[in-house]
């Protein structure tokens, strides 16, 4: 898997994520340290992105939703109506999350 994916250091990003050693104690410089951060943020976005398409991942949503964890709407029109996260993208970094 890790080498059809395209980032470096899946390995380590992977680690960081689960918040585990790396078997090889490696110390990586500033540079390097870097690029892992940046590859477990693309992995971390990857994973959630398709739990949440998961039976699972729509249930843990729904209840969200119904708790309005995400917020409500501040229109006075909108009666509290609450609200849900949505991507405008599927390329990571191109925009933000947006709540309607």
Do not use: W
């Amino acid at each position: 898997l890790s080498s059809q994916l395209p980032f470096p250091y899946y390995d380590y990003a992977l680690d960081m994520i689960l918040d585990s050693e790396s078997p090889t104690e490696e110390v990586l410089t500033d540079e390097q340290q870097e690029m892992v951060e940046s590859a477990a943020e693309m992995l971390y976005g990857l994973i959630h992105a398709r739990f949440i398409l998961t039976s699972r991942g729509m249930n843990s949503m729904l209840e969200k939703y119904r708790v309005a964890d995400f917020g409500r709407c501040p229109r006075v029109m909108c009666e509290g109506q609450e609200t849900l996260p949505v991507g405008e993208s599927d390329v990571p970094r191109v925009s933000t999350v947006r709540l309607f």
